[in-house]
Structure formats: C-alpha cells, structure tokens
C-alpha cells in the first residue's frame, strides 16, 4: 500500500510564509513527477507546481515568484514553501505522486498515481 501524508498546513496572515510537506510511504521504487494542487471553496482543484525526478519546475502563473516546489527524492518527499501569501491562496492544498512504481516479491510492479488526504491553507487578510 501506498500512502501520501501531508502536513503543514494552517493559519497566516497575508504576507507570511508556510511551508507544506507530503511523504509517500510504502514500498516504493520511484516516483515519477510530484506536485502539488489546490481547491478552494467553490471551486475546482487546480495546479499549483509540479517537479521531475530530476528538478525541473512547473509553476500556476499565480504563485510564480512565491511559491517554491522542492524533492527529495530518496526519502520520497515534496515539499512546498509558500511566501508572500494572500488572501486567495486560502484552499485545501493535495500532494500527488505520478507513476509510482513498488517493489514486490515478484519485481518491481505498478505505475500508477497517488493523492494526499489534504491539507487546509488560510490567509487571513
């Protein structure tokens, strides 16, 4: 079984910083892509960023210049490090993990994706 724990997620205010983090645990060989995505009230989960297995960025246009996406990859963790955050970052932030690959008994097997349970973000103003 393959799981992804978020964690840090929580209360600022505008101008703050927050720092997100999502482990993916069980018997993983590799992970392709990680990123991370948001959803709030009302509407639907968007991209926030994405990352390669070898460092290579994707930002949403809205948090370019703000938000950071970093892995590392032998503990098979993303990370998310938000500044200057406003008012309309506020969302339940999921981790996802992309064609993740298992060791089992028999080899390694899988290729399928993964999602965090989510965690809430709030900017107050």
């Known amino acids: 079984q393959v799981h992804l724990v978020e964690s840090g997620g929580g209360l600022v205010q505008a101008g703050g910083s927050l720092s997100l983090s999502c482990i993916a645990t069980?018997?993983?060989?590799?992970?392709?892509?990680m990123g991370w995505y948001r959803r709030a009230l009302g509407t639907q989960r968007e991209l926030v960023a994405t990352?390669?297995?070898?460092?290579?960025?994707n930002y949403a246009e809205t948090v370019k210049g703000r938000f950071t996406i970093t892995r590392d990859n032998p503990k098979n963790t993303v990370y998310l490090h938000m500044n200057s955050l406003k008012p309309e970052d506020t969302a339940v932030y999921y981790c996802?993990?992309?064609?993740?690959?298992?060791?089992?008994?028999?080899?390694?097997?899988?290729?399928?994706?993964?999602w965090g349970q989510g965690t809430q973000v709030t900017v107050s103003s």
């Open positions: 990352i390669t297995t070898g460092g290579d960025t």
């Open positions: 996802k993990a992309e064609s993740i690959t298992v060791d089992t008994p028999w080899g390694v097997d899988g290729a399928f994706d993964r």
């Open positions: 069980g018997s993983i060989h590799s992970i392709n892509d």
